[in-house]
DNA sequence: ACCTGAACACCGTTCAAGT
DNA sequence: ACCTGAACACCGTTCAAGT
């Protein structure tokens, strides 16, 4: 038995949660490293209480992006309908990276999120990870994508994107960087 | 005058910091986030000493790594004569990777070599960069890299390969990732 | 000119006391 | 069952005093 019949959490408990990880979203868009103490003055809890939902920082920031990235799971199948499973793999990524959801600390998220990062692999597989399995799956099935790549490693290829600077020079870049790995990707350009 | 004739420093002060990034090295090797506190208890100097010499753990980083990375400065030339300028690539970077240079804290040296990490640019280039511009360039002349390559970004890229596991199957991982990378900056793959 | 190490400030984490 | 916030431990940084 995975799962012993937990009873739901008090309302109390659930409102403390929803208001830690809004002054969390808004103090790690400006700096990442923002002390849990603030985070916590800012929600309006003790540090205790946040110290139970979150034990660390790395839990805050996961919780933090986590809706953002998961929102992007639902976009690669609409992406996959659209465009060739190459196309859709860059936009997906584009997506990723362009949304306001790069703040500083998304890279270190992302890395999380793909349970590369220091936290190794999670309880359960990240839906994130699922949706790049799906669009990888589509461009092996096409013929497009090398069929040794997997979700993880990609994952943890694209988390560079996020640590290019700002601004217009670090669009570009990033640009660069994308069309690399898409075309890294691509099967059949073996030497 | 960029060097306005510094006179060279007291010979404890030389003894000193080579000790001090003696004791680092031993320290990063097993936790990157080692305390400073405990490193120049270990290299047995003050530690005001330290902070004189090396102004914050990105520094000590730089200092402990810069030796490593510029020590393949000299392997590029060689690779170059010996290879195809993508293939030559391809080595250096399994150098860089597999060499026991890859402690932990690694990744986030090679990012400050680069000059893309939280520092920014420094002062100088860093040979690291001249390097990588040597073999993008042959390959550019070559016609096999994509002309736009920069060696920063493909520096940034290749700086994830150190956040894989450790073990033989990180191994494989970054063999992977770093195939992805340099079939990448093959020119003409364009869809 | 350089070194020492105590002192200060800051941040993460815990826990006894409360509701 | 959950919350509070003072208290503790730890680490980075500074600086007055020494050589």
Redesign the interface.
Known sequence: MTHPARRAPRSDARHNRARIVRAARAAFAEDPAAPLHSIAKAAGVGQGTMYRHFPGRQALLLAVYQEEVDALTDTAAGLLAAHEP??ALRLWFEHLTAGRSGGPGASLAV?AVAG??PTGPGPDRPPAVAALDLLLDAGKAARQV?P???A???L??A??LW???EGPAGLA?RR??L????????VG???
């Not at 069309?179 to 691509?186: E, H, Q």
């Open positions: 190459l196309e890395e590369t990062g090398r040794d790549a997997e993880e490693e990609v943890l290829l988390s560079c640590r290019a600077d870049r660069r960087m069309t690399v790995i898409i075309d890294g990707l691509r350009v073996g030497h």
